[in-house]
């Protein structure tokens, strides 16, 4: 966690920062110190500040499990609950965490007062499909269905079965390959993904996104995601009857390198229509 014992007031949003896919707690370091120095020099009061290492990243253990979204969206509310004490939270997610960022709000709306989603990850639809899709599954969400195999839990093989010719050995071999061809170019595409702001790509970054591909149960880590379940949309966890109703504020880059600029605006566009009270700025 990012400390600070000037914030202790009972009731204060303390601030939660989720990291993306292959990234760890690390890379929120420098944005962390940039807001505790901004907020000093404002004269407001600094939260206090926590980034996690979602399990099969960064430090944390790599066990051999199927990782989810519904996997980390338990850890990060187990983090909420018993880490920061159950108490009032603001949640900032990256990439991928962002789309956990969002389940989190919704598994929490309560606790939750507030959700940055910096170039977020996750599944976004334009919302005449999301309607359709209800239709066809009889009104009921992604996350509704993922608990009925309470009552079915023989479905859970299906769902969460490696595919039937080379098992968890082929997707294990599959992640090795895809680490071992990925490492001699972290410093090349972490400069690619940085294209408006390459310093902040150094060594440290390079350094500890190696280190984490090298644990053991790494490749496991990448590799579970060829057999996902069905995953919540943003359209659910942030704009449906049993989602998130706060506010969302979004900091989307127009040039994201990752999904291409045209995609980028297009999922801006999309997330703004989703309801009132979420903020995009491009």
């Given at each position: 966690?990012?400390?600070?014992?000037?914030?202790?007031?009972?009731?204060?949003?303390?601030?939660?920062?989720?990291?993306?896919?292959?990234?760890?707690?690390?890379?929120?370091?420098?944005?962390?110190?940039?807001?505790?120095?901004?907020?000093?020099?404002?004269?407001?009061?600094?939260?206090?500040?926590?980034?996690?290492?979602?399990?099969?990243?960064?430090?944390?253990?790599?066990?051999?499990?199927?990782?989810?979204?519904?996997?980390?969206?338990?850890?990060?509310?187990?983090?909420?609950?018993?880490?920061?004490g159950g108490r009032n939270f603001v949640v900032?997610?990256?990439?991928?965490?962002?789309?956990?960022?969002?389940?989190?709000?919704?598994?929490?709306?309560?606790?939750?007062?507030?959700?940055?989603?910096?170039?977020?990850?996750?599944?976004?639809?334009?919302?005449?499909?999301?309607?359709?899709?209800?239709?066809?599954?009889?009104?009921?969400?992604?996350?509704?269905?993922?608990?009925?195999?309470?009552?079915?839990?023989?479905?859970?093989?299906?769902?969460?079965?490696?595919?039937?010719?080379?098992?968890?050995?082929?997707?294990?071999?599959?992640?090795?390959?895809?680490i071992n061809w990925l490492r001699p170019q972290?410093?090349?595409?972490?400069?690619?993904?940085?294209?408006?702001?390459?310093?902040?790509?150094?060594?440290?970054?390079?350094?500890?996104?190696?280190?984490?591909?090298?644990?053991?149960?790494?490749?496991?880590?990448?590799?579970?995601?060829?057999?996902?379940?069905?995953?919540?949309?943003?359209?659910?966890?942030?704009?449906?009857?049993?989602?998130?109703?706060?506010?969302?504020?979004?900091?989307?880059?127009?040039?994201?390198?990752?999904?291409?600029?045209?995609?980028?605006?297009?999922?801006?566009?999309?997330?703004?229509?989703?309801?009132?009270?979420?903020?995009?700025?491009?």
């Open positions: 966690g990012f400390p600070d014992r000037r914030s202790r007031e009972e009731g204060e949003a303390q601030v939660l920062f989720v990291h993306g896919f292959g990234a760890s707690c690390e890379q929120w370091a420098r944005l962390a110190g940039q807001l505790r120095l901004q907020l000093t020099e404002a004269g407001l009061r600094v939260p206090r500040m926590y980034a996690i290492d979602l399990l099969g990243f960064g430090h944390s253990e790599k066990p051999g499990l199927t990782y989810t979204q519904h996997l980390w969206e338990a850890q990060l509310a187990d983090f909420i609950l018993e880490v920061m900032v997610g990256n990439s991928i965490g962002g789309g956990l960022a969002a389940g989190l709000a919704a598994n929490l709306p309560a606790q939750c007062k507030g959700v940055v989603l910096c170039n977020t990850a996750g599944r976004l639809i334009d919302p005449e499909e999301y309607a359709s899709e209800m239709a066809r599954a009889g009104g009921l969400t992604v996350g509704e269905r993922t608990l009925r195999v309470r009552e079915h839990p023989t479905s859970l093989e299906s769902v969460y079965s490696p595919p039937p010719l080379g098992g968890q050995a082929l997707l294990d071999a599959f992640g090795w390959a895809l972290v410093g090349r595409l972490l400069k690619k993904y940085y294209p408006t702001v390459p310093e902040a790509v150094d060594a440290a970054l390079a350094d500890s996104i190696d280190r984490d591909g090298s644990d053991p149960g790494a490749a496991n880590v990448i590799a579970s995601g060829q057999k996902l379940p069905p995953q919540r949309t943003l359209n659910e966890v942030l704009a449906s009857p049993r989602g998130y109703a706060g506010p969302v504020l979004v900091p989307q880059g127009a040039l994201d390198p990752l999904t291409g600029a045209e995609r980028a605006q297009e999922r801006a566009r999309l997330l703004a229509a989703l309801r009132p009270g979420i903020t995009v700025s491009l």
